[in-house]
């Protein structure tokens, strides 16, 4: 499996405001993706975070609400934009290695809990 | 489109119980599937996963799960529980040859264990 860490694990906003998550993997990774886990729910996918190239997005998630970036192949960021409280949620940052026993298998991050006032 | 479906939205068990949580999953080709658990307070991990051979496959704490195709299941199951074994459990499931890399979720299974 991979390690997998994300910062802030926790944080407090106003609404309007913009917080930005990062998520780091201990090795290079060949995936990396963004879920939410909204209060007593499942998890739903934002987008892919392509390494290089513009993210790709699930429908109903859009680039200027929910920017990411992926520089290389351990690390990435996702920005919640002008955040409302509809966004309190857990962000969840999940990796898929390149090859391996790993391979196809995704392991998650332990969240970002984000609470909108 | 592929989706999972989880029957079992709570389950309260006793201690020793048997388990199974059912999963559903809708997609017509081949598809890898997993179970995935999240105790109180804790990130999620990979309990077990399915992607060919053995229908039957065993995962980590005892837990095992049997994919079979015809019904489109991959049922969870657990002989005996453990009051450690309160958590969130998850069903997931990809579509392979979709280009999709992503898992699509169940709605998850909240169990509660009684001592």
């Known amino acids: 499996s991979a390690v997998i860490s994300q910062k802030p694990s926790r944080d407090i906003c106003q609404r309007g405001t913009s917080l930005t998550i990062q998520c780091q993997v201990d090795?290079?990774?060949?995936?990396m993706f963004w879920y939410r886990q909204q209060p007593g729910q499942s998890l739903t996918l934002i987008a892919t975070?392509?390494?290089?190239?513009?993210?790709?997005?699930e429908s109903g998630f859009v680039i200027d609400k929910f920017p990411i970036s992926r520089p290389n192949l351990t690390f990435s960021t996702l920005t919640v934009s002008n955040m409302s409280p509809e966004d309190s949620s857990i962000y969840l940052c999940?990796?898929?290695?390149?090859?391996?026993?790993?391979?196809?298998?995704?392991?998650f991050g332990p969240g970002t809990r984000l609470l909108v006032l | 489109a592929q989706s999972v479906s989880q029957h079992n939205h709570h389950v309260i068990l006793s201690e020793a119980a048997s388990l199974e949580l059912g999963c559903n999953y809708s997609?017509?080709?081949?598809?890898?599937l997993f179970w995935y658990v999240q105790y109180p307070g804790q990130h999620l991990q990979l309990l077990l996963k399915?992607?060919?051979?053995?229908?039957l496959v065993k995962g980590i704490k005892g837990f095992e799960a049997e994919f079979i195709k015809s019904k489109f299941s991959f049922n969870l199951r657990k002989p005996s529980v453990q009051w450690s074994d309160t958590a969130e459990y998850f069903c997931a499931v990809k579509g392979m040859g979709t280009g999709r890399r992503a898992l699509t979720f169940g709605s998850g299974t909240r169990l509660q264990v009684q001592p």
């Open positions: 399915y992607f060919s051979g053995d229908p």
């Open positions: 090795s290079q990774v060949t995936m």
């Open positions: 975070a392509n390494q290089g190239s513009e993210a790709t997005y």
């Open positions: 999940s990796v898929e290695r390149r090859g391996g026993i790993d391979l196809e298998t995704q392991y």
């Open positions: 997609y017509g080709g081949t598809v890898n």
